[in-house]
């Protein structure tokens, strides 16, 4: 995204220590609410929620770590619209490296699969960033995001909904949630590999997509 973004390499080396350290501070979060194999009681939301100062704190205080990088840990929960936390910052307060994070962090989220819920397809995930656009995340990130990051990644196992399944073989630049499939098996049976472009196939839509994104 930030290359998307065109930003120069010494925020782009900012902004990857950033997202590899930014939930540095569950290390903090007691392990049996951490691993909970079912939703959160509030009084334990409450305490996952501190991971952002405490990774802030953890960050700010190795020296050998530039500042921003803590930030990024702290403000990763934050929102446009202040509903966010651990501040409730609002607009211009979050930092833009937060941001970016924030916009990854959430697709992981929503994309990932917990003992709770399952998984969004990808491309509900990026859905459901847009209807955030704005109001929860940057625009222009999310549309970076859409730019740079393949929602269905070339190798990918994917079902259609016309009883379809075959593997991502191909990606459309101007839109990565609408790849070129190589069409293995039709109604269960295989058939003649043969290729299909989403993008000129409206009708079609991925249904079911293999474990890549079902991570626990």
Known sequence: MGMELKLPTEKLETIGLGALMHD????SVPKEILMKPGKLKDEEYVIVKEHALEGFEL????????????????????????????RG?????????????????????????R?????????????????GSDRHFQGKIVKAFQHSVAIYPVGITV???????????????SLNDRPIVRVLEEDGYPVAPYEINLAEKLSLVVTDCDTTYKRS
């Open 59 to 86: 960050l700010r205080n190795t020296h050998t770590v530039p500042l921003l990088v803590s930030h990024c840990a702290f403000q990763h929960h934050e929102r446009l619209d202040g509903s966010g936390y651990p």
């Open 115 to 131: 003992v709770y819920r399952q998984a969004m397809l990808p491309h509900e995930g990026l859905e459901m960033l847009y209807a």
């Open 24 to 27: 540095i501070g569950k290390v």
């Open 159 to 173: 079902s259609l909904n016309d009883g379809r399944k075959g593997v991502v073989v191909k990606q459309n630049q």
């Open 89 to 113: 910052l609002k607009g211009d307060e979050i930092h833009d490296y937060a941001k970016i994070v924030t916009v990854a962090d959430v697709f992981d989220a929503v994309t990932s699969h």
